[in-house]
């Protein structure tokens, strides 16, 4: 029986083990789940910003080359503009290269982002070349330029963003997939256990209150059978004690009996003394009890 027990406490032991491990993998995936989602969704905001900002820096240049068509020259806040977004263009460039290198793009994204780089460097030279030296002739020219380059980087960039949200969904395809294949396995497991481990301990619970009725019936035809012999003796006791009282009272009777009689009477022991007389004997003799009991009935007599 201790054997069994500590087979079943070993199992469920395992199970307990068993289901820690699952419930850790099952914190560890969708932490990474949330870790993923916010990574690709800051990469496809970031490739989103890039295409957004291509088409602000295209519009700040076709605004730069009406002025200057129009007035001469642009307003400088203009420029300060077209800086601030090649500034903010080039940064999002820099962190989408910066994971080519870290190696957490794909091939293919990585090879979008390579063959676009001719497009953005031909832009940022562009706009260079405008902010450096803004007339007419260079308005004109960037305006030719950039038709050649900005559409190739937007589709690009478009293509670059539906390879990031492909891949984000067929990783979330993936974990989906890992995460079934964890329950199934939970769901696996705690049958398992209540193959190996609830029944053992329900069958062995059953035996064990089968056995405990058994003892119980048992005890209670014990206590029967104390509640009949406790009456019984006491039923004893009141009969001793009223053999005893019985008893006293005829020893009382016979010692007032003795005491009072007119006669002598006496008892001797073993030895030929007197160990018990009566007041007469005592009167007659003229010896008292303590004295009598010293003496020998020959010397008495």
Do not use: C
């Not at 007389?277 to 007599?301: C, F, H, P, R």
């Amino acid at each position: 029986m201790k054997a069994s027990l500590q087979s079943i406490k070993g199992r469920y032991i395992l199970f307990i083990i068993s289901i820690l491990i699952l419930i850790s993998a099952y914190q560890a995936i969708i932490q990474y789940d949330l870790n993923q989602k916010s990574d690709d969704a800051r990469l496809i905001n970031l490739a989103g910003r890039q295409r957004m900002l291509s088409q602000r820096i295209s519009k700040i240049i076709l605004f730069i080359h009406y002025e200057i068509y129009k007035n001469g020259q642009a307003s400088p806040q203009r420029f300060d503009t077209l800086k601030k977004a090649l500034s903010q263009w080039q940064a999002a460039n820099t962190i989408l290269l910066q994971r080519s290198k870290d190696h957490k793009n794909s091939p293919t994204v990585d090879s979008l982002l390579k063959a676009n780089q001719t497009n953005l460097y031909e832009i940022v030279k562009i706009s260079k070349m405008l902010i450096a030296k803004p007339d007419i002739t260079t308005s004109e020219a960037a305006i030719q330029d950039l038709t050649k380059y900005d559409r190739p980087f937007l589709l690009l960039m478009e293509k670059t963003v539906n390879m990031y949200q492909y891949e984000s969904e067929d990783n979330l395809n993936y974990l989906r997939k890992v995460e079934f294949t964890l329950g199934i396995v939970t769901v696996f497991i705690i049958i398992l256990e209540f193959i190996f481990i609830f029944l053992p301990t329900i069958k062995k619970a059953n035996a064990n209150n089968v056995t405990l009725l058994k003892l119980n019936r048992d005890l209670m035809a014990s206590n029967a059978e104390l509640i009949a012999s406790k009456e019984k003796v006491k039923n004893n006791v009141e009969q001793i004690y009223e053999l005893q009282q019985h008893v006293e009272s005829s020893e009382r009777q016979y010692r007032e009996l003795v005491q009072n009689a007119s006669d002598m009477i006496y008892d001797l022991n073993e030895s030929g003394n007197f160990s018990f007389v009566n007041q007469t004997m005592e009167n007659i003799t003229g010896y008292y009890k303590s004295e009598l009991a010293e003496m020998d009935y020959w010397d008495l007599i």
